[in-house]
């Protein structure tokens, strides 16, 4: 829709990339800021360390901590458990819709469970799948699905009935009903349940990681933090914030291309 | 009244067709007993108050909805479900916001499984049709309302039915687009001799592209009268103006007026009801 929106404005390069830049801005300002602020003793230097003193330890991070090696790891488990929420929680959502007894009986705790601590369940995890990417995956995948199930369901309930009927008068099968009409009309809410589900996801990736000092960006964050690293530990973060900026742009160009290529 | 209304040869026939809704509040009658036929190549209006049944009786027509009484035939067979000969248009917006003109025109040819290059030819003769040429890839949300009609008309329109049916299809768009887009039809229309049953209110509208009116009662919905147009083809909105299109749509305004106030006044007596 948006790009819509500016198509006649191809032209001016730099309104296009005005957002852009004002969110780069504001973040170099927040730095300069904090830098400020640690300087001159408003904040303590043992709570927060200076910007500058984290940009310092980036070569470390990544030399003596192989903050790359990890990063991978948690970009793939976070893409292992995005796939299963994209296609578990888009079918279950669709088989809820079809099946009103299934959506009766389980619409209301699906909800619930949205908003439970599902990470709390970490040691049941562990029993199940010892202590590997296995857990860490299904953790992921379990706290995004909610999202993902809701939206779906939402979006194929809510398409238009004007819709519904164009299809019926041109006398579609139920699968095409289906394909060609539902899906594609419900695929922007269906997007929406993916990229709450992905933030889901990450969030519960690096945390189990922290919690049970396995794998990728999490345990790196775990081990930093105890060694008192500060610098150290907040560049790692910064990684884990680049695992989330690489997620939300794939999903985008996804969405694009879904919606609106053929 | 009910002997002239049909004809062994026309392509739609309506007979002692009734609909009746359950609601809580008791059933009610939305079309009663209604009976018409449409001649090949014709353009028929039907006509009534809001709320004297013309949707339910288009849902009937395109095999939507199922009819309580009576039959319903097209080019000789039983409508029980949507027919491949009847192509509707529907009073909402209805493009597929997720493909582009050309894709939503060439929809009804991917369905039958048209080789792509083919369709989308197809697609562009439907969309300079309805005069849509250099929108072939905008998206419904980049066009006015007027034109994501006509996008809906040509998606209709290609999948060559033998009768065109419409409900409403301009009824909101402003009276300028509603003027030129029904000269766009008319002249459609001609071109394909195309058989049409447009549902409107719109009485100028009505007046203006058919060849028969029929003017439905207000509740329950019978056929009242159905009246010949008989001006000089091919017409623009230009007729508007004459003094026979006046005389016309005197007489039409006269038949509804009595419906729409019987209309009015059941409605405040429900009303009235309701509140004590
Ligand atoms: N599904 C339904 N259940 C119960 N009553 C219905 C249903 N659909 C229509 N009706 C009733 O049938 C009557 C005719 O409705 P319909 O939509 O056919 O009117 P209409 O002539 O198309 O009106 P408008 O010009 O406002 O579109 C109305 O009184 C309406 O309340
Ligand atoms: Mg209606």
């Known amino acids: 829709m948006s790009m819509a929106a500016t198509r006649p404005a191809r032209r001016f390069t730099l309104n296009r990339a005005l957002p852009a830049l004002t969110g780069l801005g504001t973040v170099v300002v927040f730095f300069l800021l904090m830098e400020l602020a640690i300087r001159t003793n408003l904040l303590s230097q043992f709570i927060v360390p200076p910007p500058s003193e984290i940009i310092a330890s980036f070569p470390r991070v990544i030399v003596e901590e192989h903050v790359l090696n990890r990063f991978m790891l948690t970009l793939g488990e976070c893409l292992a458990a995005g796939v299963m929420l994209t296609v578990v929680g888009v079918s279950l959502g669709v088989l809820m819709q079809r099946f009103k007894l299934l959506q009766q009986a389980c619409e209301t705790w699906v909800a619930a469970l949205a908003s439970a601590p599902v990470v709390l369940c970490y040691p049941l995890f562990l029993v199940i799948f010892g202590r590997n990417a296995w857990t860490i995956i299904m953790m992921g995948f379990v706290a995004g699905l909610p999202p993902v199930i809701l939206k779906t369901l939402e979006g194929i309930t809510g398409v238009r009935r004007v819709l519904v009927n164009v299809g019926r008068s041109f006398k579609l099968t139920e699968s095409q009903q289906f394909w060609k009409i539902l899906f594609p009309a419900a695929l922007p809410n269906i997007f929406v349940g993916i990229r709450l589900g992905l933030i889901f996801a990450l969030i519960n990736v690096v945390g189990v990681e922290f919690l049970i000092n396995f794998g990728g960006l999490g345990q790196l964050i775990n081990e930093l933090a105890e060694r008192y690293d500060l610098a150290g530990t907040y560049a790692a973060i910064c990684f884990v914030v680049l695992v989330s900026v690489l997620f939300f742009m794939a999903v985008e160009k996804a969405e694009r291309w879904l919606t609106r290529a053929e | ?276």
């Open chain 2, 1 to 276: 009244m009910n002997a002239p209304l049909q004809n062994p040869s026309d392509i739609l026939v309506v007979d002692d067709v009734v609909v009746r809704f359950d609601t809580p509040e008791g059933a009610v009658t939305a079309v009663d007993h209604v009976s018409f036929g449409v001649r090949q190549g014709e353009f028929l209006s039907v006509i009534g108050p809001s709320g004297c049944g013309k949707s339910t009786l288009f849902n009937v027509i395109g095999g939507l909805l199922g009819h309580t009484s009576g039959t319903a035939n097209v080019a000789g067979e039983t409508i029980n479900g949507p027919h491949p000969s009847i192509g509707m248009v529907f009073q909402e917006e209805s493009t597929f916001p997720w493909r582009n003109v050309t894709d939503n025109v060439a929809f009804p040819l991917e369905l039958i499984g048209m080789p792509k290059a083919q369709r989308i030819e197809r697609a562009r003769h439907f969309i300079s049709l309805v005069g849509l040429d250099g929108f072939e890839n905008r998206y419904p949300n980049e066009l006015s309302g007027g034109m994501r009609q006509r996008v809906s008309l040509a998606r209709t329109l290609a999948s060559e039915p033998k009768i065109l049916l419409m409900d409403e299809p301009f009824a909101a768009l402003d009276e300028q687009t509603r003027l030129l887009l029904g000269d766009k039809v008319l002249q459609i229309q001609q071109q394909l001799k195309q058989t049409t049953l447009l549902i409107t209110h719109n009485i100028t509208e009505a007046v203006q592209m058919s060849d028969r009116i029929l003017v439905m009662t207000y509740r329950p919905g019978k056929v009242k009268r159905i009246v010949d147009i008989d001006l000089p083809r091919p017409r623009t909105s230009d007729i508007v103006g004459s003094e026979a299109f006046g005389r016309y749509v005197a007489q039409i305004w006269a038949d509804l007026r009595e419906e729409a106030s019987r209309g009015m006044r059941d409605e405040e007596k429900t009303m009235m009801g309701a509140k004590s």
